[in-house]
């Protein structure tokens, strides 16, 4: 059994939808370090989670990234859905020109062992995925424990709030003339970054888990 650590319920709707059922939530709030990258703030998640927990982790940290504000709000996109609001959001892209933005979502996995170095090329891809996370220059790797990450992303664009589904930023982006919130939790998966981080962990932790 998988552990999902995150408090957010919308990210294990997807991961359970996507994984099948051998992935549970774990309700923890692990400590969030500032970075202006996803990928060092999973994998220190990742390391605490799995030493609270005791067991094969996942910790899923994610957030949009506007490109007129060079990102904003990405890795603050917690904070800022708490303290500004998604309607806001909006409001302020409603002011750009570029409207133009893109999801991401990163996943660390930590069961406590060493990942065997292997040169097929879909471990290739996840170190790639990994620098382009900002993994490879973090502090956070004086830590011993071994943590792998999977990147997705998606392209898309900010609009006025449309839909019901998902949770989050999900009504103002909006990706091939539908909001996130107007998908079912298939259709985004299909093409969410979570989808495709997701996508690549599967991949890769089923090679892992039938060796
Ligand atoms: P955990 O840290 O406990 O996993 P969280 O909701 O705080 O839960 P993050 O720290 O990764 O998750 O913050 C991500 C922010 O981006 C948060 O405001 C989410 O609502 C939002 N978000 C993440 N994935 C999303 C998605 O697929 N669609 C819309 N919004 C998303
Ligand atoms: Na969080």
Redesign the pocket.
């Known amino acids: 059994m998988l552990n999902y650590v995150?408090?957010?319920p919308g990210?294990v709707r997807e991961a359970v939808d996507y994984l099948t059922d051998d992935v549970q939530q774990f309700d923890f709030?692990y400590t969030?370090i500032q970075s202006s990258e996803l990928g060092p703030i999973a994998a220190h998640g990742a390391r605490e989670a799995y030493r609270h927990v005791g067991e094969p982790v996942l910790v899923?940290?994610?957030?949009?990234f506007l490109d007129a504000f060079d990102g904003f709000p990405g890795p603050y996109?917690?904070y800022v859905?708490d303290t500004v609001g998604v309607e806001r959001v909006w409001r302020l892209g409603e002011l750009e020109e570029n409207r133009r933005a893109e999801?991401r979502?990163v996943l660390a996995y930590c069961d406590g062992e060493e990942f065997r170095a292997s040169p097929d090329p879909v471990d290739r891809d996840d170190r790639v995925a990994a620098a382009a996370a900002g993994a490879e220059e973090s502090e956070e790797e004086e830590d011993p424990l071994p943590v792998k990450l999977f990147e997705g992303v998606v392209r898309g664009r900010l609009v006025a709030p449309r839909g019901e589904g998902?949770?989050?930023?999900?009504p103002i982006f909006e990706h091939d003339g539908q909001t996130?919130a107007e998908m079912s939790t298939e259709e985004k998966n299909a093409i969410?970054h979570?989808g495709r981080a997701l996508a690549k962990f599967g991949e890769w932790f089923q090679e892992r888990t039938a060796v």
Request: aromatic content about 12%.
């Open positions: 995150t408090t957010n990210k709030d969030e899923d940290d994610a957030g949009l996109s917690s859905e999801f979502c998902g949770f989050g930023y999900d996130m969410s979570r």
